[in-house]
T-cell receptor, first 113, second 111 residues
Framework: SAVISQKPSRDICQRGTSLTIQCQVD?????MFWYRQQPGQSLTLIAT?????????ESGFVIDKFPISRPNLTFSTLTVSNMSPEDSSIYLC??????????FGPGTRLTVL | DAKTTQPTSMDCAEGRAANLPCNHS???????VYWYRQIHSQGPQYIIH???NNETNEMASLIITEDRKSSTLILPHATLRDTAVYYC????????????FGSGTKLNVKP
């Protein structure tokens, strides 16, 4: 497994602002993904964070709203842009190596007022 | 990826075995069955996975039917700390292949 940390663990933001969430892994991994979990719902995959290239987004998610960076094999960021109350969710990163099991970070709880 | 069907919720008495079913009737030959759980909005925790044979680890056992169309996760002695949402996911072990979560089963372990 891998030790995964996310920053911040939680935040309260005003509508119209942006928040950048960091995901750090203690060892190099091949795959990094970002998920959203809206209140009372299951996890929804936002995108695959590709090292050195643009992220691959799932249907319904766009780069302008959720820009993602992955500068190396241990770190990624997700930005939630121009936030509205509907963006209030838990945002989670997950990591894996090639065909291996995925492991999840602790999540970032975002509240937008 | 094949879809899975799980009951919305289940109850289990503390100390008894919890048996969580999952149907995956359209599973492909190279797809594994994975189980994760999520305790009170924490990050999902990996439990176990398998292809054909039954699997056991320190957390749970996974029983897969011979036709692979369904499986059961068994927590042998449920405790209150096992109260969580349990997700059954099928996925082929291909590079960069993704996990798609269904709605899961809320397991309530009661004293």
């Amino acid at each position: 497994s891998a030790v995964i940390s996310q920053k911040p663990s939680r935040d309260i933001c005003q509508r119209g602002t942006s928040l950048t969430i960091q995901c750090q892994v203690d060892s190099q991994v091949t795959m990094m993904f970002w998920y959203r979990q809206q209140p009372g719902q299951s996890l929804t995959l936002i995108a695959t964070a590709n090292q050195g290239s643009e992220a691959t987004y799932e249907s319904g998610f766009v780069i302008d709203k959720f820009p993602i960076s992955r500068p190396n094999l241990t770190f990624s960021t997700l930005t939630v842009s121009n936030m509205s109350p509907e963006d209030s969710s838990i945002y989670l990163c997950s990591v894996g190596r090639d065909t291996d099991t995925q492991y999840f970070g602790p999540g970032t709880r975002l509240t937008v007022l | 990826d094949a879809k899975t069907t799980q009951p919305t919720s289940m109850d289990c008495a503390e100390g008894r075995a919890a048996n969580l079913p999952c149907n995956h009737s359209t599973i492909s030959g190279n797809e594994y069955v994975y189980w994760y759980r999520q305790i009170h909005s924490q990050g999902p925790q990996y439990i176990i996975h398998g292809l054909k044979n039954n699997e056991t680890n320190e957390m749970a056992s996974l029983i897969i039917t011979e036709d692979r169309k369904s499986s059961t996760l068994i927590l042998p002695h449920a405790t209150l700390r096992d109260t969580a949402v349990y997700y059954c996911i099928v996925r082929a072990p291909l590079p960069f292949n993704k996990f798609y979560f269904g709605s899961g089963t809320k397991l309530n372990v009661k004293p």
